[in-house]
């Protein structure tokens, strides 16, 4: 027999004083990147001795878990990432960064961490088990593609998962609260760069030079304009221009500008037309004033889209689990981004946030995340413990019915 929904909370509890002091291990020894080498030896530590078979991801510190039931069946992936982010952490937490400039700002220490109480639980009901967990721990998520390498490394191939799903906290939203939506859920990130040059020379005859400068101004307002004016409001593209340097002193026109930004859409098409525009902007407005204009856009994460049968299956087991109100819909997407986007192109899931602030507490007022205040109520992890183990454990047993 399967644990029932109500034994998963009660699992989740028995399990908290080891989901918080591996949590706070993690939090405390923080990694950022592709190799989180000592995170990776905390989390194979804590699943020593359970029936995992463990496959290493040859291109990054990840790694995947895999319970085989005792009789064969479905395959779901639960995922939780690792990597923590490059900030100073300020928290004042007993258990705060040991490690200069490195901070789990992100709560990943809290993902890999729920998902490693997760699979020894469910490692507890293997003998009554029917179908394949995979448990996926991946660093990299901070902009290093940690799931794409891990898929490139074929550990999603064999066996090949049939529904995923993750969770990551939100600091902002009520404590306890589970939130999530059908199709698009985050953002693309694609990253921005274009060099504009002309010719320097002394600032008070600029005739005899080509200015980059207004040149720039012009093209950063263009690029944004276009957006606006382009962009249909119900397929919406974001394009922040982050960084613009150029100059050294107050009297010489320098030869170039440079400047950053992001681009943030939820379709391909939108993607596409963002990007194109950006190249032919800064290059044509470039050109109009004998300029020109070097443009990379480096490719981020696609859009994070949800298989709407995923996020019904969240929203029945969040609502089984902890009772009417727990789950709430999201109203619109967030432009932000997550590597959880690839593993969701390949696996039909859902990834889902969690409200970590503390009970009565005014959570739109809290540090958010990639803050370096950014603080998690620890008891709501449980919650999230248990929401992994019922929805593998309901996949397996039910399928998308
Ligand atoms: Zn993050
Ligand atoms: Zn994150």
Known sequence: MTLLNTDFTAAAAAEFEQTVALRRAIHADPEVGLHCNRTTAKLKAALDGLPLEIRDSTSTSGFVAILRGAQPGRTVLLRGDMDALPIQEETGLPFASQVAGQMHACGHDTHSAMLASAARILCAQQASLQGTIVFMFQPGEEGYHGARFMIEDGLLDDPAPEAAFALHIWPTLPGGVVTSRPGPLLASTDSLNAIIRGEGGHAAMPYDTVDPLPVACEAVLAAQTFIARRTPFFDPAVLSVTSLHAGSAYNIVPDTVELKGTLRTLTDERRMQGRAAFDRIMTQVAAAHDCSAEVRIDEGYPATRNDPRAVTLVEEIA???????????????????????????????????????????????RPTLHNSRMIVHEDWLQRGVALHCAFATRFLARGWE
């Not at 819909?329 to 959880?340: A, K, L, Q, T």
């Open 319 to 365: 609502t089984d689990l902890f009772g009417a109100g727990t789950y709430s819909e999201m109203p619109n997407p967030i432009m932000g981004g997550e590597d959880f986007a690839y593993v969701l192109q390949k696996v039909p899931g859902a990834m889902a946030f969690l409200g970590v602030a503390a009970p009565g507490e005014n959570a739109a007022h």
